[in-house]
């Protein structure tokens, strides 16, 4: 693809993460510099970006990776068009050498991932820097007064509406098939089936 074109897609993309609740801010440069490396994915209708995904490094010299910026379209969400479930498979499936995981406190995102696979497993299973790396928000959505979020976030694994790590079945065996943790009360079908249509997916290749 034309690397103007890409850029303008990652523009919609970075602009988006500014309004939504789940996403991190992003600027369009990071975005560039992640699809530089080959980290990330978009979604086209045509010529219309609808969907994006990212591996964010974590601690790349240990192979560990956040997916992340995820994001799909408002008009492309909810439907059969299952974008959001191609870009998690993708992802997946291209980068299955790499230890992944991803957060978060969206229950869309999380009927999602375990729709691809993805293994629901407590904080404390991660190896501590990576758990140190990963949770990175600031004290005024942890409620972790001296910023240590490892000892104390009112988020992480509330039932209700907390935060919830997820990590990918190569990553799982990687770290000892630790125990699976209760979800909160989702009970999503499993056999969605990805449609033929027009999207077609966009993986970024290394320059
Ligand atoms: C998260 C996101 C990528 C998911 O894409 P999507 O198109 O909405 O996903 P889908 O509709 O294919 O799948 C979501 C599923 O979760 C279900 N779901 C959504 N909210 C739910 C809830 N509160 N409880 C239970 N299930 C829920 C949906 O019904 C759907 O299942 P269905 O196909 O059986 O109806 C998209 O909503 C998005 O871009 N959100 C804004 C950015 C964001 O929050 N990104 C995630 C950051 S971690």
Known sequence: MDMRRAYRMLQIVASASKTEAALLDKT??????LWRQGLSILALDGDKVVGHAALVPLIP????????????????????????????????????????????????????????????????????????????????KTGAADGNNMAYCKLRERLSDGCFVRITQPTHQHLGTPSLITLPAIQPTTDVVIPNNNIRLLLSTTP
Request: charged residues 20%; contains cysteine.
């Open 61 to 140: 010299e240990q192979n560990w990776y956040e997916f992340g910026v995820v994001w799909v379209r408002p008009e492309y969400r909810h439907k059969d068009l299952r974008v959001a479930l191609r870009l998690y498979k993708a992802m997946f499936e291209y980068h299955a050498e790499k230890y992944i995981l991803a957060t978060t406190t969206n229950l869309a995102a999380m009927v999602v991932g375990w729709r691809a696979d993805m293994i629901p497993v407590t904080f404390s299973s991660l190896p501590p820097e990576v758990w140190r790396e990963t949770c990175c928000c600031p004290a005024n």
């Open 28 to 33: 369009a440069a990071q975005l560039w510099s």
